[in-house]
């Protein structure tokens, strides 16, 4: 197992994913095997995610993530020895064991489950962590009694920032949260520094991921339209969609557009699909092609996709080279060729633009000021969100002020 152990860490250092020598001792610590009882060890050390719970329908509800995923959220996260840290979603335990060693004996981590058998199972493979306490519990509400905390962090996909994390968040914390910022799923983990008891701002990149999404008060159900052979279109039901009409649109004959522009695996363009949500006059939504090679969305960004009427438009690759692709525009519907031309026309300004993926991230709690156009309003928070192609420390530094800016508004 000390073998799997290292290899997984050298495999993470490699990857940029460990950047920390804290971080980095912490998985050499952590024996993940204890926590995955039945799993075949090579299984267990692998940066894949594990499920480990799912619902009647087969859904997942929990799972142990991808380690590549959470190292990159521990270091977001960045917990310091002596810390107080509240976790939502224990799981399988693993996270709360790292926690406990990056914050040590001074420290104390407080995981919450909403399940009970996941949150006694957690609690028995976390015995000899005594600077962890696993309650069962809604973890929208997180845990008033050991408040509060110099970090939170989120592990199931949140639709909001809940009005318990405002308020357990120390006035110089920091919360990692994975934010739902679009019905369709579309999600982005945020690191945000508390700068104003109602005022939050990023301080980090934000990680393209996915995860499992929150249950309780907090659960959010996604609305969804069948498209035939197992393809489901994710989408807004506050958009209204037409959701018959669409549930035909795979009828009609495919239209392409291709756009000359090319990218490849290593290109930083992770949020171009945060880029069309804010920009597309359409009504955004994410392809998921299930089992069917029906449609071929871009694997880059997760299906996305414009709507209008009956016709869909994805983001799509094709291949012209070693590693390379070229962006295009896949269209099913009565009006495919136009809705094609469309999102084409958005690629292409994208690209003019610089291919923003730079995030300035504001987020204050809902109330303290009106909802202004462009702003993400969810019951308890109001986030504003802009992009630009700056990539240096200076740049960066102005991305934060802005970030500021926006929330002072």
């Not at 919360?175 to 008891?197: K, M, N, Q, W, Y």
């Not at 690759?317 to 519907?333: K, L, N, Q, W, Y």
């Amino acid at each position: 197992m000390d073998a799997l152990r290292e290899q997984l860490v050298t495999v993470l250092k490699q990857n940029g994913h460990l950047r920390s020598t804290a971080v980095e001792r912490a998985f050499q610590a952590v024996p993940r095997e204890r926590f995955l009882p039945g799993v075949e060890p090579e299984t267990v050390y692998r940066c894949r995610q594990i499920v480990v719970k799912r619902d009647p329908g087969g859904a997942a509800l929990s799972s142990a993530s991808n380690p590549a995923l959470v190292a990159d959220m521990l270091e977001q996260l960045d917990p310091q020895p002596g810390h107080r840290v509240l976790e939502i979603g224990a799981a399988t335990g693993i996270n709360a064991a790292l926690l406990a060693e990056l914050v040590g004996p001074v420290g104390g981590v407080v995981t919450v489950e909403f399940d009970q058998d996941l949150a006694d199972s957690a609690r028995a493979r976390l015995a000899g962590y005594r600077n962890v306490e696993v309650i069962r519990g809604d973890g929208a509400l997180g845990h008033r009694q050991a408040v509060p905390y110099d970090r939170i962090i989120v592990t199931a996909g949140a639709w909001d920032i809940s009005a318990a994390w405002w308020d357990q968040l120390a006035a110089d914390g920091r919360i990692v949260v994975p934010l739902r910022v679009h019905e369709s799923g579309l999600t982005r983990c945020f690191a945000f520094d508390r700068i104003a008891p109602h005022h939050l701002v990023s301080t980090t990149a934000p990680l393209v991921c996915g995860f499992v999404p929150m249950r309780g008060i907090a659960r959010h159900a996604d609305e969804r339209v069948g498209l035939g052979a197992g393809v489901v279109l994710n989408l807004d039901a506050a958009d209204e969609p037409d959701s018959a009409a669409l549930s035909r649109a795979m009828r009609h004959p495919r239209h392409e557009r291709w756009t000359g522009i090319q990218v490849d695996d290593t290109d930083p363009v992770g949020h171009l699909d945060l880029w069309l949500l804010a920009h597309a006059d359409k009504p955004f939504g994410r392809l998921d092609p299930g089992e069917s090679d029906l449609v071929s969305p871009a694997y880059r960004w997760a299906g996305a996709a414009l709507y209008d009427g009956g016709t869909i438009a994805y983001v799509a690759f094709r291949p012209v080279g070693d590693s390379r692709h070229e962006i295009g525009a896949v269209a099913h519907g009565p009006d495919a060729d136009q809705l094609a031309a469309e999102l084409a026309g958005l690629l292409e300004r994208w690209e003019r633009a610089g291919r923003p993926n730079q995030t300035a991230v504001a987020a204050y709690r809902a109330g303290t000021r009106p909802v202004q156009p462009g702003d993400i309003a969810r019951p308890d928070t109001i986030l504003t969100i802009a992009l630009s192609p700056m990539s240096s420390g200076l740049e960066t530094d102005r991305l934060s002020a802005a970030a500021r800016q926006a929330g002072s508004r």
